[in-house]
């Protein structure tokens, strides 16, 4: 079945200590997206990347980190969490950037940092 | 930088009455423009995706339209029933490769 997996769904920590959420998709994509969704303001582009080791800022990508190492994952890094970064996590990918190819989303990473 | 708006932010209807979701944006170069939906605690699944030189899409009960030159998509959704009660977003493909999301519309349709 293609799918973007996340892990993991729920991750409560406490501020300064190191997480990463990872995200794995079987599709084949060059294309793949970190967001984040908040009450009231949509999701919010953090990182994306076009294929293997190249990777680019969204609009909001300060306190992150990531990564792509291989085609099929794309890990997200948060090296001193803060409470400002509780928020709902979405990994994406699509086959092409820039193209008519529908965007496949994750099911999802609900951040807690105390 | 591209602005996307979804009016209403919510939106009660009885079952059988037809659906209409707004979407607007304030950059005409866009690339593609999609429609999801978001279940609650689930990811997002893309229902509708309009290509910028299409004027509307459709799929069974869905039927979107996209009109650059004023900055507007509608997504239609025919005879609602129980089970599109949801969150629907549009997000906006720019030619940075970005997409920019509107906040949503959450949709409860009343049996």
């Known amino acids: 079945e293609a799918q973007v997996t996340q892990n993991p769904r729920y991750l409560i920590t406490v501020t300064g200590k190191k997480l990463t959420v990872t995200c794995s998709q079987n599709?084949?994509?060059?294309?793949m997206s970190w967001y984040r969704q908040d009450p009231g303001l949509g999701l919010r582009q953090i990182y994306y990347?076009?294929?293997?080791?190249?990777?680019d800022k969204g609009d909001v990508p300060e306190g992150y980190k990531v990564s792509r190492k291989e085609k099929r994952n794309f890990p997200l890094i948060l090296e001193s969490p803060s409470p400002n970064q509780t928020s709902l996590y979405f990994c994406?990918?699509?086959?092409?950037?820039?193209?008519?190819?529908?965007?496949?989303f994750g099911s999802g990473t609900q951040l807690s940092v105390l | 930088k591209q602005e996307v708006t979804q009016i209403p932010a919510a939106l009660s209807v009885p079952e059988g009455e037809n659906l209409v979701l707004n979407c607007s944006f304030t950059?005409?170069?866009?690339?593609?423009l999609q429609w999801f939906r978001q279940d609650p605690g689930k990811g997002l699944t893309s229902l509708l995706l309009?290509?910028?030189?299409?004027r509307e899409q459709t799929s069974g009960r869905l039927n979107a339209s996209l009109d650059k030159s004023s900055g507007r998509s509608t997504l239609y959704i025919a005879a609602s029933q129980p089970g599109d009660s949801a969150t629907y977003l549009c997000?906006?493909?720019?030619?940075?490769?970005?997409?920019?999301f509107g906040a949503g519309t959450t949709v409860t349709v009343r049996a």
């Open positions: 994406a990918s699509s086959l092409y950037p820039g193209t008519n190819e529908k965007l496949f």
């Open positions: 599709m084949n994509h060059e294309y």
């Open positions: 990347s076009m294929n293997v080791e190249v990777t």
């Open positions: 950059d005409s170069a866009i690339y593609n």
């Open positions: 309009i290509q910028s030189s299409q």
């Open positions: 997000a906006v493909g720019g030619g940075d490769y970005k997409l920019s």
